[in-house]
């Protein structure tokens, strides 16, 4: 049984990136795209995280340290936020349909989507994977899934400013006026 334990969330993980990746192959043309700099530094971001959450040889004992005590309700209670958040992301993906890009872009006849997961919160897809990363920290109970939390939340933030200048120059006041009502990230908080 523990084998099923240290698979969880690996298979949980491979499975959105392997969706995320076949669902990457049916998009609009892009119109506009941001410089390769910000897309490498984030694939070294994320290379980072992988490894921080795969190994425990890093020479940093603090990452490490529990935060609290490891057991079956911290890995149950993680697992249904993981996969909650990421269930929401993909509901994000699929609503927003071949709009959708990796990278800050605008995409030909780019649209403004507001109305599903997008009603609820501007980046719903960042919101539903930070959520699925909450997840795994809360599983792990070590200081290393927060940091990685924390890490991908610094990410996101900075991309969705890019995202977001852009989206405002795109829809002018229609983006405006969806910013006034919508929360970024946490439904009518933040």
């Known amino acids: 049984m523990i084998w099923f334990y240290r698979a969880f969330f690996p298979v949980v993980w491979i499975a959105f990136i392997v969706y995320w990746r076949i669902k990457a192959a049916n998009t609009k043309e892009t ?12 694939a070294l971001i994320i ?7 795969s190994t425990t040889w890093i ?16 890995f149950w209670l993680g697992a249904a936020i993981t996969i909650g958040g990421l269930l929401f992301a993909v509901w994000a993906r699929e609503h927003l349909g071949r709009n959708w890009s990796n990278s800050v872009s605008i995409k030909q006849d780019h649209e403004l989507i507001t109305s599903g997961p997008y009603g609820v919160v501007r980046h719903p897809i960042y919101t539903g994977i930070l959520e699925g990363f909450l997840g795994l920290a809360i599983a792990i109970s070590e200081v290393r899934g ?14 969705l400013r890019k ?13 405006a006026k969806y910013v006034h009502r919508t929360a970024a990230l946490v439904p009518y908080l933040f």
Request: charged content about 20%; hydrophobic content about 55%.
């Open 47 to 53: 290379l980072v995280a992988i490894i921080l959450l």
């Open 163 to 175: 995202e977001e200048q852009w989206m405002r120059s795109q829809f002018g006041e229609t983006y």
């Open 146 to 159: 927060f940091v990685v939390f924390v890490v991908f939340f610094l990410m996101f933030w900075a991309k």
């Open 59 to 74: 020479p940093l004992r603090w990452l490490y340290k529990p935060l609290w005590s490891a057991g079956l309700r911290p």
């Open 31 to 42: 119109q506009r795209l941001e410089p390769a700099g910000s897309r490498i530094l984030r």
